[in-house]
């Protein structure tokens, strides 16, 4: 069964970081680009960032940009995301979702983590 | 950035209803435009991709049509399972962007 595990959220202040992992099982997660997408409380999808298969490619929404760093590790069937100097409007739940051979669709998604940015 | 416009924002309808959902780009896409339902507290399912194509396991009353720039949800007989709120997505370039969503709800 394919299946995405993201964990790592929590409430920190602002300015502060944290980094979300999304652990991929059931199936060859070297051979699939990957995406983050947040969805803040009550409000709809924004999608994040995009990391191709080896990791050498990335793309950024503008609002997170020089501030959060998508990678991977092939090894660990891991994905990841630092969160640096967050601000209150990066409140929200993110998820890691998998991308078909890069259509740019996101099929299956995880069950997300909420970040919570506060003082 | 392509701007997604999704319409109705919501809707109330009956089971056994028919539901369209329309979805329009602000620039040309050609069919470079997905679907997803989110039920509460749930991550997103893909319905529909690349406009018209049924994603596995999803039933055959949901079918999407359009391209370039206006494209369509239909629901052809709305079950309870079905109240929930659907998303549009561009896959054209980045950045990627969805609609700002449709609420379907029980009338």
């Known amino acids: 069964e394919v299946q995405l595990v993201e964990s790592g959220g929590g409430l920190v202040q602002p300015g502060g970081s944290l980094r979300l992992s999304c652990a991929a099982s059931?199936?060859?997660?070297?051979?699939?680009?990957m995406h983050w997408v947040r969805q803040a409380p009550g409000k709809g999808l924004v999608w994040v960032s995009r990391?191709?298969?080896?990791?050498?490619?990335?793309n950024y929404a503008d609002s997170v940009k020089g501030r959060f760093t998508i990678s991977r590790d092939n090894a660990k069937n891991t994905l990841y995301l630092q969160m640096n100097s967050l601000r209150a409007e990066d409140t929200a739940v993110y998820y890691c979702?998998?991308?078909?051979?890069?259509?740019?669709?996101?099929?299956?998604w995880g069950q997300g983590t909420l970040v919570t940015v506060s003082s | 950035d392509i701007q997604m416009t999704q319409s109705p924002s919501s809707l109330s309808a009956s089971v056994g209803d028919r539901v369209t959902i329309t979805c329009r780009a602000s620039?040309?896409?050609?069919?470079?435009l997905n679907w997803y339902q989110q039920k509460p507290g749930k991550a997103p399912n893909l319905l529909i991709y690349?406009?018209?194509s049924l994603q596995s396991g999803v039933p055959s009353r949901f079918s999407g049509s359009g391209f370039g720039t206006d494209f369509t949800l239909i629901i052809s007989s709305l079950q309870p399972e079905d109240f929930a709120s659907y998303y549009c997505?561009?896959?054209?370039?980045?950045?990627?962007?969805f609609g700002g969503g449709t609420k379907v709800e029980i009338k």
């Open positions: 059931g199936f060859t997660f070297s051979s699939y680009w």
């Open positions: 997505q561009q896959s054209y370039s980045t950045p990627l962007t």
């Open positions: 690349a406009a018209s």
């Open positions: 620039q040309s896409i050609g069919t470079f």
């Open positions: 979702a998998r991308d078909p051979h890069g259509r740019n669709w996101f099929d299956p």
């Open positions: 990391i191709n298969t080896d990791g050498s490619s990335t």
